[in-house]
């Protein structure tokens, strides 16, 4: 995950943050990388919505 620190402190929602600072987040969080393939679900509509993501690559 720390490999990722660089492309988190560019978004947004972390902007301002230090990476140790980050890593320590994403560790409270339980925080995963996962990498999805084009058509792949990720969620289907009318499912609840626990978690939350941060697209890194590719398109919305």
Same mark, same amino acid.
């Not at 996962?34 to 993501?53: A, H």
């Given at each position: ?5 660089e ?22 969080l339980?925080?995963?990388? !996962?990498?999805? !393939? ?9 499912n609840? !919505? ?11």
């Amino acid at each position: 995950m720390n490999e990722l620190i660089e492309d988190l402190k560019q978004t947004n929602l972390l902007s301002g943050i230090e990476p140790q600072e980050i890593d320590g987040l994403l560790h409270c969080l339980c925080a995963r990388y !996962v990498r999805y !393939v084009k058509d792949d679900t990720i969620i289907e509509e009318g499912n609840k !919505v626990y978690d939350f993501g941060i697209m890194l690559s590719g398109r919305g």
